[in-house]
């Protein structure tokens, strides 16, 4: 056997034991972020229901402050819509709000256009801890084949994760001082 003949074999080999071990990777992901907030479940939930007071802690939009975002719909709770398109570290997608109830929990349907195209869910949940919230932010979604790969070198939970934190203290640092008013 010739020793081109061996390395082609040898690197057949290597493609399929990769495609096995990507297509052995989960099919869905999760990413969560907790805290604590010191105001009443009703106005952090104001925070959350409205797009627009989204722009005092998405941190996304800090990333990219010359991004586009349009609202339409009501101006809060079901049915409302955000969309964005902004630079290559945010890409282009749209929010809509699907469930909405006061003070316990919001469901965002997440549509992702660019840089790949996914649908993932958000939920924020909120539990009145006495004068406190405590606060969670939740992602969750399936993942395709090419996700399941991406998955392999990129750690969505410290990726996402990281920004729910940052995202979450500045959330903290509004609702806050809304409560404080």
Not at 86 to 108: A, D, F, Q
Not at 148 to 158: E, P
């Amino acid at each position: 056997m010739s020793m081109l003949l061996k390395i082609l074999i040898a690197l057949a080999v290597v493609i399929v034991l990769l495609l096995v071990v990507v297509a052995m990777q989960p099919a869905t992901f999760r990413v969560a972020r907790s805290t604590t907030m010191s105001a009443p479940a009703a106005t952090v939930f104001a925070q959350v229901n409205d797009f627009h007071k989204w722009e005092a802690w998405n941190p996304w939009g800090k990333i990219d402050p010359a991004m586009k975002q349009t609202y339409e719909g009501a101006p809060a709770g079901v049915g409302t819509i955000y969309t964005w398109d902004g630079n290559k570290n945010v890409g282009t997608g749209r929010m809509t709000i699907e469930e909405s109830r006061p003070g316990e929990l919001i469901r965002i349907k997440m549509e992702f256009l660019k840089p790949f195209a996914n649908t993932s869910t958000a939920e924020f949940s909120f539990k009145p801890e006495g004068n406190h919230t405590a606060v969670t932010w939740s992602m969750a979604g399936e993942k395709n084949f090419m996700a399941k790969a991406i998955h392999l070198c990129v750690n969505m939970d410290k990726m996402i994760g990281g920004q729910f934190e940052k995202g979450l203290a500045d959330m903290k640092s509004a609702a806050e001082a809304a409560a404080a008013k």
